[in-house]
């Protein structure tokens, strides 16, 4: 049996391991069309910060491949034609499969700004764009970054490490617009001035013009930004495109069942590219984390390899480290139409926690929770989240003060009756 | 080393939070936390400063194995010129916050001066900040509490506060940590909040630095604990029952006093018993005892977690109120005595409220108790009247009276303030001075010095007034431990009660618990504390820093104005005798064993240290 | 035979003499803000509760990090944070559903309990026996991870 998985980002590599795990005969080869071994994203801003090289971002040692016996390629898939499960590789070469796992993760999206092909304009999403801004952004270079949103934070603190001056444009009216609210997202915005970097929000960049050896970059405030480096984080995409003409159901990402299975039997898609069911919402949505491109690897690998595993929908969450202050959202974090919530909202001590109950039966289930500032076992949110735990009694006191999240987490998953 | 070997010294007239390096020198003559902070103190302060002006200051200090893995080493101090006795103040306070202190980098705290409004210390590690505690103040030292945690979204904080009472300048005011344990004696609460300062808040990440010499330490620390948990009081009549194990043994053995100590045993005491709290009741089957719990690092676990019965009359009607509804910290023995035994109430449940009611708004339950009681006494004997009271039938044994009388206490109001000032001053102000069971102004605790004779010296020279956890002879004399001595004979008991002071003032300087003493001799302590510590700290240089530590806190009250006349007991425990029970006929033999006290301690006969004593001491 | 630790709120005080251990054991100081074992406290039911990770056959921790720093120890079966690998990504702390993995601001990374090699020092510093190290099987493994597994669906798929 040929399993063939597309894409050998975390989502690739775990669906590898898990096929390799469930059936030690299986044929199993792993396409990646980066020159360099599958490696994490994840990773990047510690590469940017120099806290490690680059190969402390590969996923596994280099050999792990070869000893686990995964083939594994290093090309880009140019179409997928299923009526006769082939696969056509860049070099025109062709591959049969018996189970094809699209796992093709996604892409940087740029805004159609006038200058935005220039040289000095990048993504921050490869191995490769982290090498060249790495290479411009030195001290006292003036960098401009375009998106305050998820990727736009992660990197944020490596550029402030790397000692530039750092302006960052975000068109929303804050940060981190799809996972903190206003209060959560105007306290980072303040954190991040008070250390120096330049916010703007509900701003857009109208123009990126060379001047010099660097460049201007407008806004439509008026303002003219120096700049040595543009950094475009504005968003990513599914990959896609490639499967045009093949039959393959595809929407904002390829489009899932239960089993992670496409409309077409015998191909799967997981992680960035998967349109697949949020926990919270039941939607076919494409969340793009990390977590749930690990989850999803899992479950369609073992789906792949025969045995039937229902994907329940994988909890949206987020955890973010922008300049030393984290934020964390979980699943429905702006609540439910109805529901209650609670929430602590400190800005002298960059604090912010909320917590979102559901409704009817579900009034005192967790749904959803965002937090600033916080690190201790914010695991366990998502554990209260998932098992749709009853908090009972726990609720109330959760409404009265939120902290006590642990202590509402162990009473309903612990038999806590003492003896004397 | 287990000295952070920093100080913070916290200028409330300034605002200014400012660390400074600790005295070594004196750490090494005064070891820590009760010692130390005491010989800051005296260095500092005058001994005739008004306790509630901001000339006086105020010292929370650590020992140098708080926060280690010492068995019980938690212990924290406070240190101040007391309000309710003008004597030197020293209350030790176990919980949490004292590893809290530690683990932020702070052996010690002084705060000095006065807010100009309510303030509340914040500490996390090296920051430290006073900030506005105007919405704390008015509040009870659990709603503050719980405020102090939401606002700092931290379940983590560790918080000392003080209650209402204090803030209206109840003399008896303690300073509540963790909720339920405190600095409770001597009014340091009235202290603090005399500052203009709510609370302490700290959060220490820091950690606690490796002992001097690990392997000793850690071996010492195993022997330790092996000895509590082998022992029959620390390792099974501790953690069974709590200091409440006490109740019926001392009530058998005749030295139980009962309604203002005009009685000796109580034929109820039963029902106020550590058994008594194990006991099912009718309502729900549950016994009052929930659990037992342990402070920091303590392998004992004495501690009382308790309910009340919810359709008891204290509570039926306060439903809304979950504080008293579910479970907290429960009666300890002095508190069970002193609002029980002393006031001639055998209520379980109304004890359990009253004293939670004590923990809820920081007061000292032992003074409370003994000054109802001297009230009880006073209304009986139609001194008080009913208009004085408002209206409150305040006669022994009515435990709604009882519940009335503290809740009024609390609130500051009427006759629950004269109440607050404690019962020296309520019965000088009733025209009956004699009927205040105090030394140098602070009450008894739960043993009566006619039953047992050498607690009666120890209570007439602590230096903070009648108190048993100066020099527990209690444990030689009911408990025989460490060897059994005859609790009526006077013979030879200025010696023990010598040692026993002595002892205690070293352990109080530890950071470890009292009650390990139970089982462990100085030659279990010394060990950890040199194995902990830079420095020789043999069994020798304990028991001599114990002894300096001892002569320091005398010298500071005699500078203070005591003298040799306030080494006494009230009359009622010189001239009436027991009535009944198996002391009956027995005073307290005070002046037989005073004199020889003096002689052994190498003070004057007028209780002034000599020039001798002074330089053989180094003090 | 494998051993994992046992946790009995019902036995525990509350000393915390278990996360004193821990830290000395992994820091070489006393600091029960950095222990990988924490007790809980019930104020109003009068309750602690020890608690530390199971070392779950999920390892939801493994399975989601980024860079192949948690391993499993298969001596103990312990899920190790390797501190040279970590970046720092936090990815495994939320994933965690038990919060048993947490990030530490003093070291940039996270960590975990690693069962001291075989020989934790939390059950060994337990006064009560609220904490032990035993069998696996002889107490059917851990009512706590029994319980809060089964009800989380995503571990339904193995």
New interface residues.
């Given amino acids: 049996m040929r399993h063939i998985i597309i894409g050998a980002g975390p989502c690739g590599v775990v669906a590898a391991e898990t096929l390799r795990k469930a059936n030690p005969m299986a044929d199993i080869t792993l396409i990646g069309d980066e020159p360099v071994p599958p490696y994490s994203r994840m990773a990047i801003p510690y590469l940017l910060i120099e806290n490690i090289g680059e190969e402390g971002t590969y996923l596994r040692s280099t050999e792990h491949y070869e000893k686990q016996n995964i083939n594994y390629l290093n090309h880009r898939v140019s179409s997928v034609d299923a009526d006769e499960k082939v696969l056509t590789l860049d070099d025109g070469s062709t591959l049969l499969y018996d189970k094809l796992l699209i796992a093709s993760g996604s892409h940087p999206i740029s805004p159609p700004i006038e200058g935005i092909d220039l040289p000095n304009v990048h993504s921050c999403w490869t191995l490769d764009d982290a090498r060249q801004i790495a290479a411009i952004a030195k001290q006292g270079s003036n960098v401009v970054l375009m998106g305050a949103g998820f990727i736009g934070c992660i990197i944020l603190e490596a550029l402030v490490k790397r000692g530039v001056n750092l302006s960052v444009i975000e068109m929303g009216s804050r940060m981190v617009p799809r996972m903190l609210d206003e209060k959560a997202g105007g306290l980072l915005e303040k954190w991040c001035i008070e250390k120096g970097v330049n916010v703007l929000t509900s701003t857009k960049i109208t123009a990126i013009k060379e001047s010099g050896d660097a460049m201007e970059v407008e806004t439509d405030g008026g303002k003219i930004l120096k700049a040595d480096l543009v950094i475009s984080a504005t968003g990513v995409r599914s990959n896609i495109a490639f499967l045009e003409g093949s039959g393959i159901d595809v929407k904002a990402g390829v489009v899932v069942d239960n089993k992670l299975q496409t409309n077409i039997a015998n191909i799967y898609a997981a992680g960035d590219v998967a349109q697949a069911k949020d926990f919270s919402t039941g939607e076919y949505e494409v969340q793009a984390i990390q977590p749930t491109a690990t989850d999803h690897g899992r479950i369609a690998a073992l789906n792949m390899a025969g045995q039937s595993v229902e994907h329940h929908g994988s909890v949206n969450m987020n955890v973010l480290d922008t300049l030393g202050l984290i934020s964390h959202s979980f699943g429905l974090w702006m609540g439910v139409e109805g529901g209650d919530s609670v929430e602590i909202y400190n800005p002298d001590a960059y604090k912010y926690m909320n917590l979102r109950f559901g409704i009817d039966e579900e009034e005192d289930v967790l749904v959803g929770a965002s937090t600033l500032g916080m690190t201790q076992h914010i695991g366990v949110v998502r554990g209260l989240i998932e098992s749709k735990i009853h908090l009972k009694e726990w609720k109330e006191r959760l409404m009265q003060d939120p902290t006590r999240i642990m202590e509402a987490y162990l009473s309903s998953t612990q038999e806590l009756d003492n003896v004397i | 080393m287990s000295w952070t070997k920093k100080i913070l010294r916290v200028n409330l007239t300034e605002g200014t939070c400012t660390p400074e390096p600790l005295n070594m020198e004196w750490a090494n003559d005064y070891l820590g936390q009760r010692g130390l902070a005491t010989k800051y103190l005296v260095e500092e302060t005058d001994p005739k400063v008004d306790p509630l002006s901001p000339d006086n200051k105020m010292i929370m200090a650590t020992g140098p194995l708080t926060g280690t893995m010492a068995s019980t080493a938690g212990r924290y101090s406070v240190i101040t010129k007391g309000p309710l006795t003008g004597a030197i103040a020293c209350s030790n306070s176990g919980g949490f916050i004292g590893n809290e202190f530690k683990n932020a980098g702070w052996d010690m705290i002084i705060f000095e001066g006065k807010s100009p409004t309510p303030v509340y210390l914040y500490i996390e590690n090296d920051l430290t900040e006073l900030r506005d505690a105007s919405h704390l103040w008015g509040k009870s030292a659990w709603e503050a509490d719980e405020m102090l945690h939401k606002d700092h979204q931290d379940p983590n904080l560790k918080i000392a506060v003080v209650g209402r009472p204090a803030e209206a300048g109840c003399l008896f005011s303690a300073i509540v940590n963790d909720l339920h344990r405190a600095a409770g004696r001597s009014g340091v609460g009235t202290v603090m909040a005399s500052k203009n300062l709510k609370a302490v808040a700290v959060r220490g990440t820091l950690g606690v630095a490796a002992p001097q010499d690990p392997d000793a330490f850690f071996e010492a620390v195993a022997d330790g604990k092996e000895v509590l948990a082998e022992n029959a009081v620390t390792g099974q009549g501790l953690p069974t029952y709590g200091t409440q194990v006490l109740m019926n043994v001392i009530n058998s053995v005749g030295g139980l006093p009962a309604h203002n100590m005009r009685d000796v045993g109580f034929d109820k005491a039963e029902n106020i018993s550590g058994e008594a709290m194990h006991e099912p009741r009718a309502s729900d089957g549950k016994a009052n005892l929930t659990t037992n719990g342990a402070c920091f690092g303590c392998t004992i676990a004495c501690g009382r977690i308790s309910s009340i019965d919810k359709t008891h009359f204290s509570i039926k009607d306060q439903a809304d109120k979950p504080q008293y509804q579910g479970s907290s910290g429960g009666l300890e023995y002095e508190a069970a005595w002193s609002l029980g035994a002393d006031t001639g109430v055998d209520d379980l449940d109304a004890l359990t409220y009253v004293n939670f009611l004590c923990n809820e708004d920081a007061i000292d339950p032992i003074t409370l108790g003994c000054t109802i009681a001297a009230a009880m006494e006073l209304f009986e004997d139609g001194k008080i009247t009913l208009e004085d009271t408002g209206g409150i039938d305040l006669r022994f044994g009515n435990a709604k009276a009882l519940v009335e009388v503290i809740e009024l206490t609390i609130s500051g109001k009427g006759f629950g303030a004269e109440i607050g000032q404690g019962s020296k001053r309520l019965c000088e102000k009733y025209g009956d001075p004699d009927l205040s069971m105090s030394v140098k102004g602070l009450e008894f605790p739960a043993y009566d010095p006619r039953g047992i004779q050498g607690i009666g010296l120890n209570y007439a020279t602590s230096n903070r007034g009648a108190c048993h956890v100066r020099g527990y002879t209690i444990a030689s004399e009911v408990l025989g431990i460490p060897v059994k001595t005859d609790q009526n004979d006077a013979e030879g008991k200025p010696e023990l009660v010598k040692a026993f002071q002595d002892a205690t003032a070293l352990v109080d300087s530890a950071g470890i618990c009292l009650f390990t003493t139970f089982a462990w001799g100085m030659d279990n302590i010394a060990p950890q504390i040199d194995a902990a510590c830079e420095g020789d700290w043999s069994v020798d240089k304990c028991l001599e820093a114990g002894e300096r530590i001892w002569n320091l806190e005398r010298m500071y009250n005699n500078a203070a104005g005591f003298t040799s006349d306030d080494d006494t007991l009230p009359k009622r425990l010189l001239k009436e005798a027991v009535k009944s029970g198996p002391t009956k006929g027995n005073v307290s033999r005070l002046g037989e064993m005073l004199p020889k006290y003096y002689e052994i301690r190498g003070w004057s006969d007028k209780g002034i240290p000599s020039a001798d004593t002074i330089s053989r001491l180094g003090l | 035979m494998q051993k994992s630790l046992h946790l009995d ?2 036995k525990c ?5 278990c996360e ?2 821990c ?2 054991e992994k ?8 222990s990988l074992i ?1 007790v ?1 406290t ?8 020890p ?1 530390t990770c199971t070392q779950c056959d999920e390892a ?1 921790c493994m ?2 990090c ?3 720093a948690i391993t499993v120890d298969m001596a103990t079966g312990a899920k190790l944070v390797a501190d040279d ?1 970590c ?5 495994c ?11 530490v ?2 070291t ?1 990374k996270v960590a975990k309990c690693d069962l001291c090699g075989g020989d934790p020092e939390c059950a060994k ?1 337990c ?2 026996e609220a904490i032990v190290f035993i069998d696996s099987n002889a107490h059917g493994y851990d ?2 991870k029994a ?2 597994e089964k ?4 571990a ?2 193995t």
């Fill in positions: 709120p019902a005080t509350g000393c915390l003499q004193m251990a830290s000395y820091l070489g100081e006393f600091n029960p803000s950095r924490k809980f019930f104020h109003e039911e009068g309750r602690f509760a608690y939801w399975r989601t980024p860079v192949d690998k970046v720092g990504c936090k990815v702390t939320i994933s965690c559903p038990f919060g048993t993995i947490n990030y601001q003093e940039g510093a006064p009560t009512r706590m319980f809060a009800s989380l669906p995503s339904n798929a």
